[in-house]
T-cell receptor, first 112, second 115 residues
């Protein structure tokens, strides 16, 4: 089934660890996005990509990085996790920049 | 940049009553206005959207109205049911240059439908 998949669903790690949150979509969408959201709260755009080898930072300053080597894959990496990174991370994709977003189920990250 | 204000932040209604959530935006060039519903522990999902060449759009119990002059748009839910309980986000999209479109979300409204 065409969808957008995020792994892991939940992650608990210690301070200072390097982590990568995975996001893959099977819908052939060019546009992909990462949002940070505390449960039920405001959505903050942290990174987006309009295609392969294209990445931009969003509105919320983030210590994370992203890459877009393949159309379907848009991983997010934290080089050194801190407790302030504890949040939910939502990946999304869209056909064009003017199309609705399709969200993944999110990764709930806890940094101890 | 675009600024989207959403009100109220929380809303409680009795089952069967109507619910209205309002958003205002600042960029007169904004031309696409989606609404997302996020149930507890789940991903946001698009429930309805409207483009600037249309004043109103309806889908069963859900409707969205747009007033471009006043720069505000609203979500209307009629005959509310307990399964309508969720956080609702409005958003506004405008062209931001170099082939890029920027989507700005409101802060969300937590709707509780009381049986």
């Amino acid at each position: 089934e065409a969808d957008i998949y995020q792994t892991p669903r939940y992650l608990v790690i210690g301070t200072g660890k390097k982590i990568t949150l995975e996001c893959s979509q099977t819908m052939g969408h060019d546009k992909m996005y990462w949002y940070q959201q505390d449960p039920g709260m405001e959505l903050h755009l942290i990174h987006y990509s309009y295609g392969v080898n294209s990445t931009e930072k969003g509105d919320l300053s983030s210590e994370s990085t992203v890459s877009r080597i393949r159309t379907e894959h848009f991983p997010l990496t934290l080089e050194s996790a801190r407790p302030s990174h504890t949040s939910q991370y939502l990946c999304a994709s869209s056909v064009t920049g003017r199309s609705p977003l399709h969200f993944g189920n999110g990764t709930r990250l806890t940094v101890t | 940049g675009e600024n989207v204000e959403q009100h109220p932040s929380t809303l409680s209604v009795q089952e069967g009553d109507s619910a209205v959530i309002k958003c205002t935006y600042s960029d007169s060039a904004s031309n696409y206005f989606p609404w997302y519903k996020q149930e507890l522990g789940k991903r946001p999902q698009l429930i309805i959207d409207i483009r600037s060449n249309v004043g109103e759009k309806k889908d069963q119990r859900i409707a969205v109205t747009l007033n471009k002059t006043a720069k505000h748009f609203s979500l209307h839910i009629t005959e509310t049911q307990p399964e309508d309980s969720a956080v609702y986000f409005c958003a506004s999209q405008a062209y931001s240059g170099a082939g890029s479109y920027q989507l700005t979300f409101g802060k969300g409204t937590k709707l509780s439908v009381i049986p």
